[in-house]
């Protein structure tokens, strides 16, 4: 399964990416509002927003491509690893 992840702390990247892989999925972090933000997301089964630590730009902006795209969206307020696992086990 391939997992958007928008928001979270840069530093902590690499340990978002090996906590999607123990459960099996593939992770793209996007971790600011960027040029291009909506191609960037690309067409993943599922995103996870981590609504702590992203501009309410970028949100709004994530929340309606996932409804164009019929993707279906989890909007979590906390940015750490465990918030992140938890998440990925009920989607």
């Known amino acids: 399964?391939?997992?958007t992840l928008i928001g979270g702390m840069?530093?902590?990247h690499k340990d978002?990416?090996?906590?999607?892989?123990?459960k099996g999925h593939?992770?793209?972090c996007i971790s600011r509002n960027?040029?291009?933000?909506t191609d960037?997301?690309?067409n993943p089964d599922a995103m996870?927003?981590?609504?702590?630590?992203?501009?309410?730009?970028a949100k709004r902006k994530a929340?309606?491509?996932a409804r164009s795209r019929n993707i279906p969206l989890q909007m979590v307020h906390s940015c750490g690893v465990s918030s992140l696992r938890e998440c990925l086990r009920s989607s």
């Open 1 to 3: 399964m391939c997992v």
């Open 10 to 12: 840069d530093r902590l």
């Open 16 to 22: 978002y990416i090996a906590a999607a892989k123990e």
């Open 26 to 28: 593939s992770l793209k």
């Open 34 to 37: 960027e040029r291009n933000f």
């Open 40 to 42: 960037k997301i690309g």
């Open 48 to 57: 996870i927003v981590f609504t702590n630590k992203i501009s309410h730009e």
């Open 63 to 65: 929340v309606q491509v």
